[in-house]
């Protein structure tokens, strides 16, 4: 039932309980489906993925299925080593070098550094709203819940007229970074939103397994030769 409708007094139904189960389950494989199309190669996925995001985070479906508050979520920031003043490739998205070519990009490494162990998890408010952990190359670093409200809200449920300055520079971050002379490059926000898809999918999967099904991806496949990086900045110690 509409919105529209309602103010016009027209009548509605509530949902029963289980349908909020069953609601959940369908998004989780509608998100599951959108960050597989996206690793193969479709990144017009990204926009899908975002507003099924903010359905369960910022709407909260998760809460109608069992208390947001009280899940531990899957935290797969790289927070930067004690004495940097600034880094590339931390936080939840990383740069990708490939074998042979003379230019890299900005990635979600999924579940590439957890193969072997359990990645951390963190209480939802401060995984999604307070944790800084979307690293630019010139701005300020920023949440999980900005980049999927601006992306869901701007450019994939909406489609405004204008943009947040610091999201838009997210979607180009090329600013002319180098890394051993090889060009880097590519949409920091579209990365980071996918991370955290695979953060949430790992976070229902782990909380609501009959929900979720039994197939998760816990890392994704990389060529040979390719290889992930990250570059600290640190500060220059007195006499150096």
Known sequence: MSRQSKRQGAPFVSRDAAQFSDELARRFRLL???????????????????????????D?????????????????????????????????TRFKVSAGLQSGSIVAPLGNAYREKQPPVAPFDEWWSKDHVIFPTNRQFRTREFVVYEMA???????????????????????GFQLDGVMVGGNLASAAVRQIAWETQHTLHRALPALCGPDFPNSMHWSEGDQLFRVAAMREEAGD
Not at 60 to 85: E, K, M, N, S
Not at 156 to 172: S, W
């Open 153 to 175: 809200n701007t450019d994939g449920i909406h489609v405004d007229p204008d943009l947040d300055a610091d999201y838009d520079a997210l979607t180009r971050d090329n600013h």
């Open 60 to 92: 909260r479906l998760i809460d109608r299925v069992t208390p947001l508050d009280q899940l531990a979520f899957t935290d797969t920031c790289d927070r930067l080593p004690a004495g940097a003043i600034g880094g590339y490739g931390y936080g939840i």
């Open 32 to 58: 599951s489906t959108a960050a597989n199309a996206y690793d193969a190669g479709d990144d017009d996925q990204v926009v899908i993925m975002a507003a099924i995001l903010r359905v369960f985070l910022t």
